[in-house]
């Protein structure tokens, strides 16, 4: 029997599939119980592989990422876009000393400006 032959009946065992008498004269499952397993199994790869293509074309990724690789992208990016978000709130908040700057205050809009900017892991 091959690995996922194994796999198949013992699952099938514990969850209360019979072994029958089969043609050759050994007890097995059916093949048909195989068959559908195999089916099933299919069905669920390339629903996993569709997945696994969507997110792939989602980050910008080639297809040539092993997985860690990938894996490590995908982190990147994120960090990328948290950060991309941080700035956006940051310039949301200049937004609102901007009257301040405009009024004359120009040097506590620029201070406060760059208070804003400064924790920045780029900087």
Request: hydrophobic letters at 40%.
């Amino acid at each position: 029997m091959n690995t996922t032959k194994d796999r198949i009946y013992q699952l099938a065992m514990a969850n209360g599939f019979k072994p029958k008498l089969q043609p050759d004269g050994t007890m097995d499952l059916n093949p048909y119980v195989y068959q559908f397993a195999d089916n099933l199994l299919a069905d669920e790869m390339k629903s996993l592989f569709d997945l696994l293509w969507g997110i792939r074309k989602a980050c910008g990724d080639d297809g040539k990422r092993m997985q860690d690789e990938l894996v490590s992208y995908i982190a990147e990016l994120k960090a990328k876009a948290d950060t991309f978000d941080e700035l956006n709130t940051r310039i949301a908040k200049c937004s609102t000393v901007s009257g301040e700057v405009l009024r004359g205050e120009m040097v506590v809009g620029l201070e406060y400006i760059e208070d804003l900017l400064e924790p920045l892991p780029f900087r």
